[in-house]
């Protein structure tokens, strides 16, 4: 089969999936880019292969909306530095793919296009806020994605739909054109069916980027030729706070599994504790809030996003633009990071929050002292219906909860498939010391090749 052919066959899944996994295509780009790898014009480790790009991460003439109506119709006139990546290995990418709105969410049911659905099961959400991404490579709309994640964004729908998904740590891979949420968080990531597949696809993109400022001045990493190491001495530490109320029995169950897997290739494992994860949740929304509070100012409608037809007075005008053109859960969010920032209660929530990073940041610095990895489960449990949290935003928040502690700590993660409650996938997280991202994807892929 060429590569026009097989391309093509991805193109009519998407026509027929009942998804809503993208929210543009590139169909004559994708054809194009097609004949020229046919034609060895174009080659590199991705030569060919189908790729979906999340919404927030800008593409050169193909519309970037981070689903929202606010930039509903932009169309970048520059590749993000990591889709710059993907086109010198030749990849093709087939399109963008549908998100929360501004990434703000855990379940892409906040996007102004309409909920993404869950592969495994149609009534349920993919999870967020790369829920695209991780629908699209699990239901093989693609073979490989770009996510990024803020809180969890792509271990949370990587887990939900049954593939696997890596966030990098802070600073590994260039944040330059990717639209901005929070910036002291955010990382984009791969998403993929195999953690081989991953592996590759974060050598890829990773590396120094001269424009980005928050960019590690390392060389790109070598993953995929150490994916087959033994474990034997490989300590891991397993956090009880991970495993607290609301963890679905199920799904630890499914997470010792993993670990007595491990076990048996030659690691170990040990209950830790690690007591400032408690606060991990509560700071991590007052943080996310404010950062987002500021980056969304820019959306003026003046000189970026929606502009309504009328004119009227600036702050009139400022006020109903923005007041059309964000969704309510973004809305919601910018209210409350400008009012953590306002004058008499930032040193109440923001400080704060600052101080209870820097001691999560400490315990984990602690942590990997002893430890080579850490695991405990990626959500508390399986995918949720459509409809059933959306309008209760504390219990939206809540599912957060063992995914935004990596952030706060600017540490890298992975989430892999280890088991199912039904027809629902349940992901194992894997988390490690900063730039350890060989050695998490390599206990990925021998937990990944021995569990039954």
Same mark, same amino acid.
Not at 177 to 193: C, F, K, T
């Given at each position: 089969m060429s590569h026009r052919e097989y391309l093509e066959s991805v193109l009519e899944?998407?026509?027929?999936?009942?998804?809503?996994?993208?929210?543009?295509?590139?169909?004559?780009?994708? $054809?194009?880019?097609?004949?020229?790898?046919?034609?060895?014009?174009?080659?590199? $480790?991705?030569?060919?292969?189908p790729v979906a790009v999340k919404d927030a991460i800008s593409t050169k003439g193909l519309r970037t909306?981070? !689903?929202?109506?606010?930039?509903?119709?932009?169309?970048?006139?520059?590749?993000?530095?990591?889709?710059? &990546?993907?086109?010198?290995?030749?990849?093709?990418?087939?399109?963008?793919?549908?998100?929360?709105?501004?990434?703000?969410?855990?379940? *892409?049911? *906040?996007?102004?296009?309409?909920p993404t659905r869950n592969p495994s099961d149609l009534n349920r959400v993919p999870g967020g806020s790369s829920g695209g991404s991780a629908a699209a490579?699990?239901?093989?709309?693609?073979?490989?994605?770009?996510?990024?994640?803020?809180?969890?964004?792509?271990?949370?729908?990587?887990s939900f739909c049954g593939v696997v998904g890596l966030k990098p740590t802070y600073?590994?891979?260039?944040?330059?054109?990717?639209?901005?949420?929070?910036?002291?968080?955010?990382?984009?990531?791969?998403?993929? &069916? *195999?953690?081989a597949e991953c592996a590759l696809l974060f050598e890829v993109i990773a590396g120094h980027d001269p424009l980005d400022s928050t960019s590690a001045k390392l060389p790109a990493p070598q993953c995929t030729s150490s994916l087959d190491d033994h474990l034997s001495g490989t300590k891991i530490g397993v956090p009880k706070e991970l495993f607290g109320e609301g963890v679905d029995p199920i799904v630890e169950a499914a997470t010792w599994k993993a670990l007595h897997t491990l076990d048996d290739l030659g690691a170990s494992a040990d209950v830790i504790s690690l007591a400032s994860l408690k606060r991990a949740l509560s700071a991590?929304?007052?943080?996310?809030?404010?950062?987002?509070?500021?980056?969304?100012?820019?959306?003026?409608?003046?000189?970026?996003?929606? &502009? !309504?037809? $009328?004119?009227?007075?600036?702050?009139?005008?400022?006020?109903?633009?923005?007041?059309?053109?964000?969704g309510k859960e973004v809305k919601r969010r910018i209210l409350l990071g400008t009012y953590a920032l306002s004058a008499g209660y930032y040193d109440k929530y923001y400080?704060?929050?600052?101080?209870?990073?820097?001691?999560?940041?400490?315990?984990?610095m602690k942590a990997f002292k002893t430890y080579?990895?850490?695991?405990?489960?990626?959500?508390?449990?399986?995918?949720?219906?459509?409809?059933?949290?959306?309008?209760?935003?504390?219990?939206?928040?809540?599912?957060?909860?063992?995914?935004?502690?990596?952030?706060?700590?600017?540490?890298?993660?992975?989430?892999?498939?280890?088991?199912?409650?039904?027809?629902?996938?349940?992901g194992v997280q894997i988390i490690g010391d900063k730039f350890s991202e060989a050695k998490l994807l390599n206990v990925a892929h021998q937990l990944e090749q021995n569990l039954s």
């Open positions: 899944t998407i026509r027929l999936s009942k998804l809503n996994a993208y929210i543009t295509l590139d169909h004559e780009g994708v $054809r194009q880019q097609a004949e020229q790898v046919d034609a060895g014009e174009r080659d590199g $480790r991705l030569a060919g292969v909306t981070c !689903a929202s109506r606010m930039l509903e119709h932009y169309v970048p006139p520059f590749d993000a530095f990591v889709v710059t &990546r993907l086109k010198e290995e030749g990849a093709v990418i087939v399109g963008k793919t549908n998100m929360d709105e501004f990434s703000m969410g855990t379940s *892409t049911e *906040t996007s102004y296009f309409g490579v699990a239901a093989c709309e693609a073979d490989l994605a770009l996510g990024s994640d803020t809180g969890g964004s792509i271990r949370c729908p990587a600073g590994r891979v260039s944040r330059s054109g990717l639209v901005a949420y929070g910036n002291s968080l955010e990382q984009i990531g791969p998403i993929a &069916r *195999t953690v991590y929304y007052v943080l996310a809030m404010s950062e987002a509070s500021s980056n969304l100012a820019r959306y003026s409608g003046i000189v970026y996003g929606y &502009r !309504a037809d $009328r004119d009227q007075n600036w702050h009139t005008t400022f006020s109903e633009d923005r007041a059309v053109g964000f400080s704060k929050a600052l101080g209870a990073r820097a001691l999560i940041q400490r315990d984990f080579d990895a850490l695991i405990a489960p990626t959500m508390p449990h399986t995918a949720f219906r459509i409809g059933e949290k959306i309008e209760d935003p504390l219990a939206l928040y809540q599912v957060d909860i063992n995914t935004v502690p990596v952030n706060l700590a600017n540490i890298p993660a992975l989430s892999l498939p280890c088991g199912r409650k039904g027809k629902l996938p349940i």
